[in-house]
């Protein structure tokens, strides 16, 4: 399909007035109507699995045919079991508690004037993302609960089944009094309708955008929306002069293999020099036996003589598989000056039994969650408890860290007075 | 002073490396000693005093040979009196409680993982602004008291001024411990400046344009930092079909009257067509009476025929003068749709005596702040009690209405763990 700028705009434009005035509407649904508006659009996303799958099968062919990796197919695939899990997930966000409405504080001023902080919906979010289509529907219920409307934008790739996902979470949002306009899909999947949408801050009023670093990052650079950015996870793990042996090879292993591709897996391993003196050795036999490749400063590579030596390109890079790099440090404070040069700001632990450093690690590393003896990979709002998450914030405003309902809406000071005047 | 952009960027970048790592010695800094570094500079600026004047005298002279009028040299000037008000400023903010180490939530997972949410510093704050020179002080002071670097960029117009003031600041604190680079002010007001460090996302946390709507535009649509913008007032007073009519008259003479060049003064007045036959001819009078210019419907103008007829283009500005726009409505949803439609999401009000109606009005009014029978001057960091503001967000994440210190800090999650892994 070719549009020019000028039709993708005025088509965008008209999105975008319909989103404001449905999630006006939206503002104002009670907690049971948004639920049953979730639980049927559920409902018709099983109904309709057959035609999801078909459409599916359409972009998995096209896949196939521009040479997508066996990886990315995967991601993009839509088995029973995965429409099942879109289902199941709009039905959690329904048993959720609704976020809006929460008096955040209350107070009476010396003039009698009553200041409630209650939290609201956003408005408009906006939500550019890749590859995977169940993000279509999880993002979507997520947006409605915390009484959003939510116009996607998915990658091209899947954009059959993103259309028909979009479609009967609309249809059957509206037939359980959805506003219409409340989920929306862009039926156009090229840069240059991203470059319309980010700069639409008259009717979006967020922006998620989640996916490899090079679009977070166009994002970013054009929007005049707020965006917050679901950058990547590079993390580190350190392991102090004091950490217990067992407990230190444990969570390495943990955070380094049990899912390497996800942005909460650790990318470089820092050590003591103490400890690597004691353990050094045995740690880096585990890495080994778990299939990870060990790139390290020439300090270490004296407990792993097989290791080859990390560039400085390695201590910036996001592996997301079976690689490490690893390097000894004096202490802690040359540790928390690697992570805050290197990290991204994401998942970064402390392994140690000495209080007075944990404690500094934890104050003075600059991340959304600072472990002490523990693996990283619970930064994730199932792990926190909430339930579900839109996506994990490597930004500092608004919301850092794993963003649940909760951080899915704003807040407004509600002010009630008897003629108070100044 | 000639500089090219290369230098211009070379400069900044240098300040931003040095505003990144005084924040994070500020981040570790306690409340005592940040209190004696405010409490020094107070002192600095008073001690001074003499010398600021001077440089004042310069921006002042200036401003007249450029043709400044009369109200921008007033907001250009620096007395005794003005000065003294700088220093209450910051030995203010070194009294007020410290928002940095507040446990926001704590929880234990089923895991034995406890996660606790804590604020913390945003890290380094950019200001822009206009004008007033009390800013450099004020914005510093507190960006400093919640543990933030800040990189100041005023006026040309007030520039000497700003120099000078950040002069002593900075010298004070660093005299009393605080870091060098926390208080850095940038040297150059052209625009190629602004454009560049709008660009220092490594570097600066978060944007804060006051100023006029052409500036805060200009840095919403160029910066890849995120942004808060302090934007216009664009507010209304609903005078709804049951409310009181003296509360009603002086509340809506105290919203446009008592200060009508601040963003918290009412632009728009409208009016429930059944009060506006009971008193909207006395409405009428008492605004004339209090000088005030009435722009209406063809509706209104029955109470006040001397009114001329309100365009489109009255409802869309911020008179920020002793001119009101009148408009009567049907209901309180009429009144509600216009809100919404033309509001910058500020502060709104409702007078009514009809619990219905209000809560409707309340709930719906997508604005920052919302009122039910007051005044909509009281959007004010000191009347709502955070003790002093960093201005007022017209935005809605992160921060929305008044701005105090809380609302200077972002939060990071400390976990801790006994060897958890996942």
Redesign the interface.
Known sequence: MTVSIEEIKSELYKMGEKAVKAA?SL??MTTDQKNICLEKMADALEANAQEIKEQNALDLAAGKENGLSDAMLDRLKLDDERIKGMAIGLREASELPDPVGTVLSE?E?PNG?V?KKVSVP??VIGIIYESRPNVTADAAGLCLKAGNAVILRGGSEAIHSNLVIAKYLNEAGVAAGLPDGAVQLLPWTDRQAVGVMVKM?EYI??IIPRGGERLIKAV??QS?I???KHYKGLCHLYVDASA?K??AI??I??SKC?RPGVCNAIETLLIHKDAAKVFGKNIAEELIKNGVEIRCDELFKEYCPKATIATEDDYNEEYLDLIISVRVVDSVEEAIEHI?KYGSMHSESIISNDAVSAEKF???V??????????T???DGG???FGAEIGIST????A??PMGLVELT?????????????
Chains 1, 2 share one sequence.
């Open positions: 006006q503002a104002a107070t001023r004037l200041i956003i408005g801050d009023n967020l970013a650079e005049t707020p965006v917050i217990d067992d407990m444990a969570t292993i943990n049990q805050n934890l104050n003075l600059d991340a959304s969650t600072v472990y002490h003896n523990s693996s990979r619970f930064t792990e926190f408890g930004d500092k405003l608004h850092r860290g704003t807040y407004k000071y509600k002010v009630y007075g008897t003629g108070q005047i100044r």
